[in-house]
């Protein structure tokens, strides 16, 4: 094809058409096919890949989750914990859709250890003082401009207006993103975070530093989604999650998991539109709360995820292709001061159970 000639006067009608069948075929390509920027990390037990931020070409360019440290993949000892949990892509939808195959929207079309930030009103930095067409502030993610609609939603995909500046440096077990955003309005600051996969050991630490610039104090939780992608194998009784606390779920269970001491247990593999959802309780706020034990029986794989701080919520949510813990944790900032706070995750295997 003479591709000079796309821009001829005659031909105008049918590179539309062409450009048409294009974007609806990329829009239905499943994530894991295409390229984005990314780089791979070892520690010679672990092997990952994590995707880099980036406005115009990044994996995930939503305005839900942090774009830093989102992870394309992570194996240990053959085992895969992390992986995209959806086989398609529609910008379109406000969140995931469950039919023949998970369909993600923008804002859910994430992967790995993804993060969120949220104010103590569920909204976001600025966002209640902020006028329709003004920016108000995402952590993690840049200045978004809020519509008309009053109503704040982490499943609206809003116009971003600035992304901030983005530092990345890397070495061949580590990667630090810098991201400094002027929010204005009084809010401002300098958000690192380093994924590093610890010498020789099948660990993985996030590490955190939220750095008040502004003049405003910083009120926020954060939680992460552990989109966990084990083995590729649907959640159901193979898996048993631990607590260090007896977990009491706050939701009715709906036949699909029983609290069993310190362990939920899922009592049926999910499938087609299965969601179970339940907020938990029974910690007592202390960081040895926050300890979070996966294991899936029948292949081996087994993960353990801790953290340095209080947990402030805690809630589980999955689908049939992930499972996701999900713990929040609280901070308060005063201008000119810092925050930091750490993740660990410690990979490892058990022998499979017979008959599984």
């Known amino acids: ?156 995909n809003y116009k971003i207006l600035s992304s901030g500046t983005w530092t990345v440096r890397s070495g061949g077990d580590w990667i630090e993103f810098v991201q400094e955003v002027d929010c204005g309005s009084g809010y401002s600051y300098v958000y690192r975070k380093t994924v590093r996969l610890a010498r020789n050991k099948p660990e993985m630490i996030l590490e ?28 159901g009784p193979d898996f048993a999650v631990t607590f260090p606390f007896v977990p009491k779920a706050t939701a009715n269970l709906d036949g699909f998991a029983e609290i069993r001491g310190h362990r939920l247990v899922l009592l049926k593999t999910l499938k087609n539109d299965d969601v179970f959802y339940s907020p938990l309780e029974g910690f007592n706020g202390g960081a040895k709360d926050y300890k979070i034990t996966v294991e899936n029986h029948k292949t081996g794989a087994g993960v353990q995820i801790s953290g340095d701080q209080p947990l402030a919520k805690m809630v589980f949510w999955s689908i049939r292709t992930v499972l996701a813990p999900e713990a929040f944790i609280s901070m308060r900032i005063e201008p000119g001061r810092s925050h930091k706070w750490k993740y660990r995750y410690r990979f490892y295997t058990v022998a499979p159970e017979s008959g599984r």
């Not at 955190?208 to 959640?235: C, W």
Request: glycine share 10%.
């Open 208 to 235: 955190h530093r939220l750095t008040n610039t502004g003049r405003k104090v910083i009120e926020t939780s954060v939680y992460d989604h552990n989109f966990l992608v084990m083995d590729q194998q649907a959640p």
């Open 1 to 156: 094809m003479d591709w000079l000639r796309l821009y001829d006067s005659d031909n105008m009608v049918r590179t539309s058409r062409i450009l048409s069948i294009i974007m609806v075929a990329i829009s239905v390509i499943p994530m894991k096919a295409q390229s984005y920027p990314q780089t791979d990390l070892s520690n010679g037990l672990l092997r990952a890949k994590v995707y880099l931020p980036d406005i115009k070409r990044g994996y995930y360019r939503g305005t839900r989750f942090d774009w830093s440290g989102v992870i394309a993949s992570l194996d240990y000892k053959g085992h895969s914990y992390f992986g995209p949990f959806f086989q398609k892509f529609n910008p379109d939808l406000p969140d995931i859709e469950l039919g023949e195959e998970v369909v993600a929207g923008a804002n859910g079309a994430a992967s790995g250890p993804v993060e969120e930030f949220m104010s103590p009103d569920g909204t976001s930095l600025g966002y209640l003082d902020a006028k329709g067409g003004d920016g108000f502030c995402k952590i993690g993610v840049g200045i978004l401009q809020k519509p008309q609609e009053p109503n704040y939603s982490s499943f609206q």
